[in-house]
């Protein structure tokens, strides 16, 4: 079987099948260019309808719930060469792990399954069954998904859906996230472990703290480069961000949203060491929106969220954004070198060259609260 170049990304799973079915180098060629330009997919258990994860501890593989907008289900295929063979291994992005071998993956106690570096993650060979894959490491043992989503290697003498060890393989091309409404607006943070190459339903933004670490000014991405924190701003209410895979977006000047690939546990110890994106009560306009101390009832951070590093000292227990300094998103604006610059007034009118702490005031026809 021979295929034509170009091969687009959605054809990865068929250049799989023609390389596996016909082991020429032209489609062996074909399968490393469609890989090259489909690096990221998605890894799907037939029988269990679970999408290929990780562990919350990152130890082992595990499959969990198929879900368009959990980025820890996205994987990285990196064709490496080994002594002049081309070979496959597979890289969980949000964890920084290679998957190891397939043998007892499960059930191994020092969680030796995932690897810290690509040599000594295993490799992996993608053989064409049916529609599917039959997924093998290196050594020839097949990835199956057990009934209580463990993954391990498969065992013929267990009795189970042959479907448990197959896989659909289909390439990641965006994530979806689901935005919190506030005043009929909605927001969200993201920090992904790829590169974005356009965002639809929502605007990207990055922050830079002014100097007292007390507000942050918001500028407007339109390619996100990899682990760059972002706040997600729509004017609609409950809406989708569709945030597309790719791109060779690099950073460019400051951003002082932090974000995390894994889920930060909260404790009483390092709970002052973040401010998070979230609705707070307000006396004057009911639900408002900052970045605010989390409070004990908030168990995590998790995964794939942007938050403000406040390990300094000189960070404020409430971090305003320049849409409205925790007044709601009902009055969300990109403040500009204009807006820093204009003219503040108290509640009487009369301008004031100085704001205090807990004080209301008004500018550009806004009230805000000095936290």
Known sequence: IALTLPVLAANVPTAFAAYYADKTSENLTVLENALEASTYVRIKNVGRG??????????????????????????????????????MKMHHLNTKKYLGTVWNMYHEATGANM?????????????????????????????NCEANDNINRWDDGVTQSPDNVSWDVT???????????VNGKSYATAYLPFPVSAVAG???????????????TLTEKNAIPANEGVVLISDDAAATATLTIGGNAVKEGTN????????????????????????????????????FKPSNSVESIPA??????????????????????????GSIVTETSEDANSPIYD???????????????????KKFLVK
Not at 322 to 328: C, I, L, P, Q, S
């Open 171 to 181: 390439v990641a091309e965006n994530v979806q996230l689901t935005l919190n409404e």
């Open 256 to 291: 002082d949203f932090s974000g995390t690939n894994t889920a930060i546990t909260l404790s009483d110890e390092n709970r002052g060491n973040f401010r998070v994106l979230g609705p707070k009560a307000s006396d004057a306009t009911g639900l408002s929106i900052g970045f």
């Open 50 to 87: 679970k999408a290929l994860g990780v562990s919350d501890d990152a130890s082992y593989p595990h499959g969990k719930t198929w879900s368009l907008s959990d980025a820890g289900l996205i994987w990285k295929i990196d064709v490496v060469d080994d002594n002049g063979v081309r070979k």
């Open 304 to 329: 794939n969220r942007a938050y403000v590093d406040a390990s300094s000292t000189s960070t404020a227990s409430s971090v305003s954004v320049n849409f409205g300094t925790v007044e709601g998103l």
């Open 202 to 216: 929502a605007k990207a933004y990055v922050g830079t703290f002014n100097d007292a670490q007390t507000a942050i």
């Open 347 to 365: 509640l009487s009118g009369r301008r004031v060259m100085h704001t205090v702490k807990g004080g209301l005031y008004i500018r550009n026809g």
């Open 115 to 143: 690897k810290d570096n690509l040599t000594d993650g295993d490799t992996w060979s993608f053989t064409p069954k049916d529609s599917h894959f039959i997924l093998r490491d290196g050594g020839n043992a097949v990835m």
